[in-house]
């Protein structure tokens, strides 16, 4: 029994071909999921801005070698990841002692210090989205291509780069840090 056919690749390998519009369809679909994706990695709209624009100009580069070997959104999202985290490593900030706690001292009390009072759904969803930026890279990628992009853990690996078992440890990392900042 044969895989099923990735409609998305079919138009990949259409626009190969020269097909304009199968390459416009592709954009069409998958904007919003990679500018989003891109969004709630970054946080710079400037920033996510040139890294959209950047991965659609390496699929426009890589039409003509372009091979589907997995679902072309797996793929779109690797080339992202990828441009992501150079983009992360040439801004790391380096504080010294005397910055990281000058920093720490500026830290607001933490929410469970706080009268409690009842959330609106829109303060919770603003809540999970601070703890999900709170994360540590890896981890916050991971989980917004679960979260988000519903992949599987092989998907995220292959995405990622990463051995299955070390996202699922990201995604475990992850959602028990997600718990302990929503029982704050």
């Known amino acids: 029994m044969d895989a099923p056919v990735d409609p998305d690749a079919m138009l990949m390998l259409a ?21 989003r994706f891109l969004l709630r990695s970054l946080r710079d709209p400037q920033r996510t801005d040139e890294l959209f624009q950047e991965t659609w100009s390496r699929v426009i580069a890589a039409r003509v070698r372009y091979q589907p070997q997995a679902k072309f959104s797996t ?11 150079d983009a992360l490593r040439r801004q790391r900030p380096t504080a010294d002692g005397e910055e990281a706690e000058l920093a720490l001292s500026c830290v607001a009390i933490p929410e469970h210090e706080q009268p409690e ?7 919770r969803r603003r809540h999970l989205q601070r703890a999900i930026e709170q994360l540590p890279d890896e981890q916050r990628t991971a989980i917004l291509l679960r979260l988000e992009q519903e992949l599987s853990l092989e998907e995220i690996a292959e995405v990622t780069g990463s051995g299955r078992e070390t996202v699922k440890s990201r995604l475990r990392y992850a959602m028990t840090r997600l718990r302990e900042a929503l029982s704050e």
């Open 15 to 35: 626009y190969a071909r020269g097909d304009l519009a199968a390459f416009e369809a592709l954009y069409a679909k998958h904007r919003g999921t990679l500018y």
């Open 75 to 85: 793929w779109l999202l690797q080339i992202a990841h990828n441009l992501l985290v």
């Open 117 to 123: 009072h009842a959330w609106s759904d829109f303060e």
